[in-house]
């Protein structure tokens, strides 16, 4: 059984540094993709940034590109999400899911399905609010 646990989250300070992590046990594939997902107070669950880790390609929700990065170590665990300048519209939820394959597909959303079915696994999140 996948299992994913977050970590990073906290409160910060408009235009700071967030750095989550989303570290993976279980894994039977080497071909998976990873999503952060976010889900602001009151409001809906949104795709932020998600990455494949056969071949490293990403995709990003667009209010957040230039600002958010998803990355791994040499396509190993942990996946992480950074940003150098958060908003106040950053703050939420975030949590992070997997399943195999290619899975980045990009909506009107963000890229991800945003169904947990959709999904092998699934974080239960860390909470991040960014003041102004």
């Known amino acids: 059984e996948v299992q994913l646990v977050e970590s990073g989250g906290g409160w910060l300070q408009a235009g700071g540094s967030l750095r989550l992590s989303c570290t993976a046990s279980g894994l039977t594939s080497s071909d998976y993709s990873i999503v952060w997902f976010r889900q602001p107070l009151g409001k809906e669950r949104e795709g932020v940034a998600c990455l494949r880790t056969m071949d490293g390609k990403t995709e990003y929700l667009d209010s957040v590109k230039g600002r958010f990065t998803i990355s791994n170590d040499k396509f190993k665990n942990p996946v992480y999400l950074q940003s150098d300048s958060v908003k106040p519209e950053d703050t939420g939820v975030y949590y992070c899911?997997?399943?195999?394959?290619?899975?980045?597909?990009?909506?009107?959303?963000?890229?991800?399905?945003?169904?947990?079915?959709?999904?092998?696994?699934w974080g239960k999140g860390t909470l991040v609010v960014v003041s102004t």
């Open positions: 899911a997997l399943d195999v394959g290619y899975r980045c597909v990009l909506g009107s959303t963000g890229p991800g399905d945003l169904s947990m079915e959709a999904w092998e696994a």
